[in-house]
């Protein structure tokens, strides 16, 4: 699902990409005074579908239809304009207020059958004498295959032609638009159930040791075991936070030191960590605990079952346009077969044929949440033998449209 939505994304980018394109040369052609007419009308149309399209990608409300009707009524050519969902009169721009209740009637029945239909005076009756409204085109509204509502033209005269061609082809363009409203808030709800299955895994294993661990120091320690009840209250609300799909290099490192923190106390001298953070990459935005399962893993599946010490480094840094990320450990590895069925079967390997699988960490969630966001050049990247350790690496733009922290 994941990767049908980057694809999705990837054409809209580009759609949007070569129209931005063609604004701009159009737009300074026209500045220099050598552009020609048809140009100078496609600006004006690109520029208005511009203004329209945005509050159109909030999806259908009466706030964004608000926003909208004004330049979808100057892309139709309209007296009026009115757009509706399926029950109420979202908003009205030009001429046609008076008639709001037949409109919105002919739009009801025009969504219910999925039609197209064009009203005659006879059918806008009112007790105006000089009522200059003569006749008005109402088209369905559908997105992603269902009608969610309809656009309505209002003409002084009886309609023409063209206008009737118009309002269907901006009734069909508006409703592209609330489609790709719709693929954002899939996108956003998939992202959201990615964090809460990630969480649901990290959570029951991470919250069982740690509290194992700072028991064993409540009597012989008590102020180490306050010090890590603190250090794990912090963790938790970070973990649990209910806002943002995305943070910071420095937040989820500082999560990452609290995690490291209670595994220390676990391990005692068996865990080393070694650091290397470049300080200028420290504010890039990357998904929300993206680095601490990469983290868990090198913990749980590389240095627990290595006799004797085991060293985990987490290494970040500037790499131009993008932050380059390791976490690598030198445990016991994994066999590089189990790669061949991609970064999916990662969370098991290496681990006992005994072990529940739904306590492994998912770097395939890891692997599909940065592809998600950056695009498929941005997964990781793992190298690993038997008894060699493992690393495992991202790469992440210091920029990347949409995407910022708490966002």
Request: one cysteine or more; a positive charge.
């Given at each position: 699902?994941?990767?049908?939505?980057?694809?999705?994304?990837?054409?809209?980018?580009?759609?949007?990409?070569?129209?931005?394109?063609?604004?701009?040369?159009?737009?300074?052609?026209?500045?220099?005074?050598?552009?020609?007419?048809?140009?100078?009308?496609?600006?004006?149309?690109?520029?208005?579908?511009?203004?329209?399209?945005?509050?159109?990608?909030?999806?259908?409300?009466?706030?964004?239809?608000?926003?909208?009707?004004?330049?979808?009524?100057?892309?139709?050519?309209?007296?009026?304009?009115?757009?509706?969902?399926?029950?109420?009169?979202?908003?009205?721009?030009?001429?046609?207020?008076?008639?709001?209740?037949?409109?919105?009637?002919?739009?009801?029945?025009?969504?219910?059958?999925?039609?197209?239909?064009?009203?005659?005076?006879?059918?806008?009756?009112?007790?105006?004498?000089?009522?200059?409204?003569?006749?008005?085109?109402?088209?369905?509204?559908?997105?992603?295959?269902?009608?969610?509502?309809?656009?309505?033209?209002?003409?002084?005269?009886?309609?023409?032609?063209?206008?009737?061609?118009?309002?269907?082809?901006?009734?069909?363009?508006?409703?592209?638009?609330?489609?790709?409203?719709?693929?954002?808030?899939?996108?956003?709800?998939?992202?959201?159930?990615?964090?809460?299955?990630?969480?649901?895994?990290?959570?029951?294993?991470?919250?069982?040791?740690?509290?194992?661990?700072?028991?064993?120091?409540?009597?012989?320690?008590?102020?180490?075991?306050?010090?890590?009840?603190?250090?794990?209250?912090?963790?938790?609300?970070y973990s649990f936070r209910a806002h943002g799909e995305f943070t910071t290099l420095a937040e989820e490192l500082r999560s990452i030191d609290r995690y490291l923190t209670i595994e220390r106390a676990r391990f005692g001298d068996r865990l080393q960590v070694r650091l290397q953070i470049a300080p200028e990459v420290l504010p890039v935005t990357l998904p929300f605990l993206c680095l601490q399962p990469l983290v868990e893993n090198a913990v749980r599946h590389g240095l627990s079952r290595k006799p004797g010490t085991g060293m985990v480094s987490i290494e970040a840094r500037d790499a131009g346009a993008e932050c380059h990320i390791t976490v690598e450990d030198d445990g016991v590895g994994m066999d590089p077969t189990t790669l061949t069925a991609g970064i999916a079967e990662l969370a098991g390997a290496g681990s006992d044929p005994t072990d529940d699988p739904g306590q492994h960490v998912g770097l395939s969630n890891v692997d599909e949440r940065l592809r998600s966001a950056f695009g498929d050049r941005f997964g990781l990247v793992v190298e690993t033998g038997l008894g060699s350790g493992t690393k495992v690496s991202m790469r992440v733009p210091k920029f990347h449209p949409g995407v910022r922290a708490g966002s």
């Open positions: 699902m994941g990767g049908n939505l980057s694809a999705g994304f990837g054409v809209v980018s580009l759609i949007t990409a070569l129209a931005a394109a063609l604004w701009a040369v159009l737009r300074l052609r026209a500045r220099r005074g050598i552009a020609t007419a048809t140009q100078r009308a496609t600006y004006e149309v690109l520029h208005t579908a511009g203004l329209a399209a945005e509050p159109l990608r909030a999806g259908l409300s009466a706030a964004g239809a608000a926003k909208a009707v004004r330049h979808l009524r100057a892309l139709v050519g309209a007296a009026g304009l009115a757009l509706t969902d399926r029950e109420v009169l979202l908003a009205l721009d030009g001429r046609g207020a008076h008639h709001g209740e037949q409109l919105l009637a002919a739009a009801r029945r025009a969504a219910a059958a999925g039609r197209s239909t064009v009203l005659r005076e006879s059918e806008l009756q009112c007790d105006l004498v000089d009522c200059p409204v003569r006749g008005a085109v109402v088209a369905p509204l559908s997105a992603d295959g269902r009608v969610v509502g309809a656009l309505v033209a209002i003409a002084d005269g009886q309609p023409a032609p063209g206008l009737v061609q118009a309002t269907l082809e901006t009734a069909h363009w508006a409703g592209d638009q609330l489609a790709l409203a719709e693929l954002d808030s899939s996108r956003e709800r998939l992202a959201r159930a990615e964090v809460r299955a990630l969480r649901a895994q990290i959570s029951p294993h991470f919250i069982y040791n740690a509290l194992t661990a700072i028991g064993s120091f409540v009597r012989t320690d008590p102020e180490r075991a306050r010090e890590l009840i603190l250090e794990f209250a912090e963790f938790t609300r």
